[in-house]
């Protein structure tokens, strides 16, 4: 079961908001949101946390990632008690901010492998999954945070290997494989159509009462000095699979199967069909998150609440 309401403070300030910045391979996991007897990424995180806190904690993510996405600067957060927050330490001479670091790692790479140790998993195994994730930072929060909805934006990149010489074996698990060449031109002048603040219904897995309204501010391709494709996508939010379908629509125009003109075409025209392509997920890595000043935490989130039309 998935657990998508973010966490709130208590109204008279009794709680202690907790932002974690944390990386994670994403192959080993079914993607971020909490399944039954399934390995997701907040699964995982809560889990370590609640051996850590002694009762279960709930986070709120920046950006939930699907099964095989990985993320190089996913945001979360949490809210603590007092008692919480500053028995981190527990007796020894750290901050509870050096304290709740160390600890998370320590509990993720033991009980990441636990099971498979258990289970006599092959070495190689195991290996997929001791530091598949990674917590980089924790701090108190400013006032008014909100790891989803303060965000301003969130930046992915896609890599694409359209030329037998740029087929690296070891980084395979981050790159997608073309079968032939891409134009990069065709596929940067389909890709200029759909910037801006649009509804994208027809690149998105619409969820019951939300909106499809984004504001795409980047979208490119470039074509590195090691002949490797990489796609750089920019957004206010993203909706459910509009990254992969934005990048496979490319795609196919790179190949020359569709126009230029056709990723604006299916944009206007607001339909879910076949005519799609969903691109592999694991090329793609969230990379970044970025918030306002801290005063302004609270604004942004009150605003990214409100639900958006097409202006």
């Known amino acids: 079961m998935s657990n998508e309401r973010p966490a709130v403070p208590s109204p008279d300030g009794g709680l202690f908001r907790v932002r974690m910045d944390l990386s994670y391979d994403g192959a080993p996991f079914y993607g971020w949101a909490c399944q039954d007897d399934l390995p997701t990424i907040q699964g995982s995180l809560e ?94 929060a400013p006032a008014g945070f909100d790891a989803r909805f303060s965000a301003l934006w969130r930046r992915y990149s896609y890599r694409i290997a359209d030329r037998e010489a740029s087929r690296d ?65 920019r957004a206010d939010a993203f909706c459910h699979n509009m990254v992969r379908s934005l990048v496979g629509g490319a795609i196919l125009v790179g190949a020359g199967e569709r126009t230029p003109e056709w990723l604006g075409t299916r944009l206007q025209a607001r339909i879910r069909d076949s005519d799609s392509l969903l691109a592999s997920p694991h090329p793609l890595i969230l990379e970044e998150v970025r918030y306002p000043p801290d005063g302004e935490m609270e604004r942004r989130a009150v605003n990214t609440r409100a639900k958006r039309t097409v202006p």
């Open 169 to 233: 074996p070891l980084t395979r698990g981050v790159t997608l494989w073309h079968d032939f060449a891409l134009d990069v031109h065709r596929m940067n002048s389909a890709a200029d159509a759909v910037l801006g603040v649009k509804d994208f219904l027809s690149f998105c897995k619409p969820r019951t009462g939300a909106t499809t309204v984004r504001e795409l501010q980047e979208f490119s391709f470039l074509r590195r000095p090691d002949g490797v494709i990489e796609a750089h996508l």
């Open 47 to 140: 889990a370590a946390l609640e051996v850590l806190i002694r009762r279960p904690v709930r986070l709120t993510v920046a950006g939930r990632t699907d099964s095989g996405v990985h993320a190089r600067g996913q945001v979360v957060h949490f809210d603590l008690t007092g008692p919480e927050w500053n028995g981190l330490s527990r007796g020894a001479s750290l901050t509870p901010e050096e304290a709740l670091i160390r600890r998370m790692r320590g509990i993720l790479n033991k009980d990441l492998t636990m099971p498979l140790r258990k289970a006599k998993a092959p070495k190689r195994v195991i290996h997929a999954m001791e530091g598949a994730i990674t917590v980089h930072s924790a701090s108190l």
